[in-house]
């Protein structure tokens, strides 16, 4: 039964699945879901993330024939996946809040792992930590870089992998949802908010049909969100390096003086001087390039650029 009004029994677990391009494993992700063994109240919240194939009628028709209590937003166009993840924790209604990807490389039965983890140690995040993945081998060197990236950025408790499978505690999902920028970086919002994290073992399978929509150019601005939105750090390294290089300036200077009193005016060196200011014209242009990429996240913030935007929200309520 398809309606525009949420109600029913408050669950206990919520399961946010975004979408993209994923017409040809709805069938297969329902099934999934409708065979999970979950003896509390539950809910699955799938946030269509602007695809431009049938993926939102097709679920919406799935979703009749089957008995799950569902709720499906609609973005305008396509965001992103940490802008559908918050578009869901906004709407999640359970006391812990799980997810996953619609290509079924994260198990939905894995999913019920996270969450008992959660609930029996207290935890309010818990990251699926995956055996053996299952990803192209450039795929898997962007996330590793993306990873190392965040342990040196963020204020982590552990060198736990950060993957996109997740089990978060509603209140620190909420907190999280409040974040209304432009730039996301979900686990960049959590280590802000607990410490109370741990990471399991869980199974990573073959994608069911399709390719990632994960780009280089994708896991480039993943690595440029988590470099400038949440961490001070580039700056700060960036003020060391000057420092650095004022001094070295200084010194090269007096050994320049003290080499030109004691052998007397030579014309000589012009290769190492070429190079030098090359390598220094070059440590300008990057440390330039990071200080106005801050300034245009700053800009395009106070500009109001949106997040995300919904065209609808439609539920399933059992019959």
Not at 17 to 34: E, G, N, T
Not at 42 to 55: A, C, L, N, T, Y
Not at 265 to 279: E, F, M, P, R
Request: hydrophobic share 40%; with cysteine; proline share 4%.
């Amino acid at each position: 039964m398809i309606s525009t009004q949420n109600k029913g029994v408050r669950p206990e677990l919520t399961i946010v699945i975004p979408l993209y391009r994923s017409q040809d494993s709805i069938d297969a992700l329902l099934k999934r879901l409708v065979a999970l063994k979950i003896e509390v109240p539950w809910e699955v919240i799938f946030v269509d993330d602007g695809s431009p194939d049938q993926s939102h009628a097709l679920l919406l028709q799935g979703l009749q024939r089957t008995s799950l209590q569902a709720l499906v937003i609609q973005h305008t166009r396509n965001f992103g996946e940490h802008q559908a993840v918050l578009s869901g924790y906004r709407y999640a209604r359970g006391n812990y809040v799980v997810n996953l990807d619609d290509d079924l490389q994260n198990p939905p039965e894995e999913a019920l792992r996270l969450w008992e983890w959660a609930k029996s140690y207290q935890l309010d995040i818990v990251y699926g930590d995956y055996r053996e993945k299952q990803h192209k081998a450039w795929r898997n060197l962007g996330s590793y870089f993306a990873n190392i990236t965040a342990h040196l950025l963020l204020d982590l408790p552990g060198r736990f992998y950060l993957s996109s499978f997740r089990c978060v505690s509603q209140p620190i999902a909420k907190a999280a949802a409040r974040y209304k920028g432009p730039y996301p970086y979900i686990d960049g919002l959590l280590s802000q908010l607990t410490q109370a994290i741990e990471s399991i073992t869980v199974c990573h399978d073959q994608r069911f049909s399709g390719s990632s929509g994960y780009t280089l150019r994708r896991l480039i601005r993943l690595w440029l969100n988590i470099l400038t939105s949440f961490s001070l750090m580039p700056l700060r390294l960036a003020t060391l390096l000057g420092v650095f290089l004022a001094i070295a300036g200084l010194l090269s200077l007096a050994s320049v003086i003290i080499y030109t009193l004691v052998a007397g005016v030579t014309v000589s060196g012009w290769a190492s001087l070429l190079s030098t200011v090359l390598i220094f014209g070059g440590l300008q242009a990057l440390l330039t390039g990071i200080l106005g990429e801050y300034i245009g996240r700053i800009l395009l913030t106070v500009g109001g650029k949106p997040q995300s935007c919904i065209r609808n929200v439609t539920y399933n309520r059992p019959c």
